[in-house]
């Protein structure tokens, strides 16, 4: 699929430059759209009757080849697809894979709400953004439509997370719908129990209800007909999940690329939906004894585990765009949530922290003033070795635009001016009683502008942050004495 340009969404536009959409010019505006920093909704002209075709033309030019759909709270939601490219390069991944943890309604009651609690309050920091979980998966393990439809009940009562609804049993799923308060979305609709799964659907739609529905199926044709029935009865919020066994993944992973290639460079539309995956599919083969390393393992659950954790990450790689998972030990969620971080930060914008000065642990005048960037990943690798190491200083931020020490030097953001203008505007020359600055191992190339253009003396310290507590416990102490000497 071709991109988008500009220029392409322009030719739709008024061409006023009336300003209303808050832009200098539709041009800019057109640019915003481009980069979906704006709505065809802020534009108050192509409201007007004339402009109705080419506002039409607008929306089908802007929608991505992968339908975005949510569901949850209009407050909270989790929002699945919306890509428009098969590589991140290309331009970016927009809406992260949603994770979500499930619940059995099999569990007592105060199971069910410490359970979700959990899945709500889990969160764990990473380069300055806040990793979370993004919706429950209630099953009907059950199998009893009661008992589902008081789980339900219990969940949205304690918790304000988005719901999946699970269960093969159209009336255990008919049954949560009357109560549910929030767009659930409901697995699943398969060959088995289409029709009545649809016929169910279809009255609750008439009666208001919303939903996004999972359409499940091992085979992409069947797959297609069950999107093209669900469309023609004007179900259109849709999620594929082309199923396989467990212990054939790769089969798995075959279809999810299939099926996104199709949608994106094949303009498939029937394919051009959000898909999921079922890692707790894997826990739960290897916790029923299917363990193909149990020889190397004692514990059970903890090799499900690790099996998911990975089934989880290789999905993740293939454009997954959500996934439920069982397991719930932190050694298991973080390298997921951390591998959907890196997959999902845009590369046209380095992640950055702010420019500034930063006291590590209680510094005071005697204390070491050191120069890093403003590359978040950088930035929080370098305090949290000072933190584990003990060091005290004052440490200093520069806006290298979000690059790293070597290729910033190389680049030239890393220098004496950028250096003086960090220093006059932090202030940090009234915090100490000297003018030293240590600077990063890679940074020595910058030594001699950065002492040109601040007058303050530049020491080249180590390569790595975590040798800097040795590197002043050895040296700091030397360094200061022969300063005060020598500008006395």
Not at 372 to 397: A, Q
Request: net charge neutral; hydrophobic share 40%; proline share 5%.
């Amino acid at each position: 699929m071709a991109k988008i340009s500009a220029m392409d969404i322009y030719k739709l536009l008024p061409k006023t430059n009336c300003k209303k959409c808050g832009e200098s010019s539709c041009m800019a505006f057109a640019t915003k759209l481009q980069n979906k920093k704006a709505t065809v909704e802020e534009c108050p002209i192509l409201k007007a009757p004339k402009f109705e075709e080419n506002r039409k033309k607008l929306v089908e030019l802007l929608s991505p080849p992968v339908k975005e759909v949510w569901f949850g709270y209009p407050d909270k939601k989790a929002i699945l697809g919306g890509e428009e490219v098969m590589y991140r390069y290309e331009l970016t991944f927009f809406n992260p894979t949603a994770i979500g943890i499930d619940i059995s309604d099999n569990l007592p009651e105060e199971d069910i709400k410490n359970r979700a609690k959990f899945v709500e309050d889990f969160v764990f920091e990473r380069t300055g953004e806040k990793l979370k979980l993004d919706f429950i998966a209630l099953r009907n393990a059950s199998g009893d439509p009661e008992k589902f439809k008081k789980a339900v009940d219990i969940i949205q009562k304690n918790t304000k997370m988005p719901i999946a609804l699970c269960s093969l049993n159209v009336e255990s799923i008919e049954r949560a719908l009357d109560t549910i308060k929030s767009k659930p979305m409901i697995y699943a609709a398969t060959e088995d129990n289409f029709s009545k799964m649809l016929n169910m659907l279809i009255s609750k739609k008439n009666n208001k209800r919303e939903f996004a529905l999972i359409l499940s199926s091992n085979n992409i044709k069947t797959l297609k007909g069950m999107v093209k029935a669900s469309l023609e009865q004007g179900i259109e919020d849709l999620i594929l999940d082309p199923y396989t066994k467990p212990e054939n993944i790769s089969d798995t992973l075959d279809k999810f690329v299939m099926i996104r290639r199709s949608a994106i460079e094949k303009g498939d539309k029937l394919l051009g939906y959000p898909i999921l995956g079922l890692p707790i599919n894997t826990y739960m083969y290897v916790l029923n004894g299917n363990n193909p390393i149990k020889q190397f393992i004692e514990e059970l659950d903890k090799a499900a585990g690790m099996m998911e954790a990975r089934t989880a990450n290789a999905m993740l790689n293939r454009y997954v765009d959500a996934i439920i998972l069982h397991g719930t030990e932190a050694w298991e969620l973080m390298p997921i949530l951390t591998l959907r971080q890196a997959i999902y930060t845009d590369p046209r914008k380095p992640q950055t922290v702010e420019p500034g000065l930063y006291p590590i642990g209680n510094p005071d005048e005697n204390s070491p003033v050191i120069m890093t960037t403003n590359f978040s990943l950088t930035f929080y690798t370098v305090t949290g070795d000072f933190e584990k190491d003990g060091v005290t200083c004052w440490l200093l931020s520069m806006d290298t635009e979000g690059k790293a020490v070597d290729v910033a030097v190389a680049g030239g953001q890393y220098c004496g001016d950028n250096a003086k203008n960090l220093l006059e505007e932090t202030g940090v020359r009234d915090k100490v009683n000297h003018r030293i600055i240590i600077l990063p191992g890679l940074a020595a190339p910058a030594r001699g502008d950065i002492e040109e253009k601040t007058g303050w003396t530049c020491v080249v310290g180590t390569r790595d942050s975590s040798q800097v507590g040795e590197f002043l416990r050895k040296n700091w102490d030397r360094i200061l004495s022969e300063w005060k000497n020598n500008n006395n």
